[in-house]
Nanobody, 121 residues
């Protein structure tokens, strides 16, 4: 059974830090690109950061560049999102996504349930 389980969310003051984790099981984690998305109330889901299957390549939304760092541990089937200098506008439900392409252009996606991050004083 495929599972992505996020953890590490919570309430933090502006300027603070949090580290999110996403533990994967039920599939070959090291073959999948991992991405963190977020969705704030009344807004569309936004890609936050993505990391290649081997971890050698990362990309970030402009809104989080220089503040967030995505990483992964393929031995532990886990992806992380280190969030520093948090702002109230970072408040959202953060989702973990795994995806890969097979047979050329057939995309497989797995999603977690999300973890809430609230930045407020």
């Amino acid at each position: 059974q495929v599972q992505l389980v996020e953890s590490g969310g919570g309430l933090v003051q502006p300027g603070g830090s949090l580290t999110l984790s996403c533990a994967a099981s039920g599939f070959t984690f090291s073959l999948f690109v991992m991405t963190w998305y977020r969705q704030a109330p009344g807004k569309e889901r936004e890609l936050v950061a993505t990391i290649s299957s081997a971890g050698g390549s990362t990309n970030y939304a402009d809104s989080v560049k220089g503040r967030f760092t995505i990483s992964r541990d393929n031995a532990k089937n886990t992806v992380f999102l280190q969030m520093n200098s948090l702002k109230p506008e970072d408040t959202a439900l953060y989702y973990c996504n795994a995806h890969r392409y097979i047979l050329g252009n057939h995309r497989i996606d797995y999603w977690g349930q999300g973890t809430q991050v609230t930045v407020s004083s």
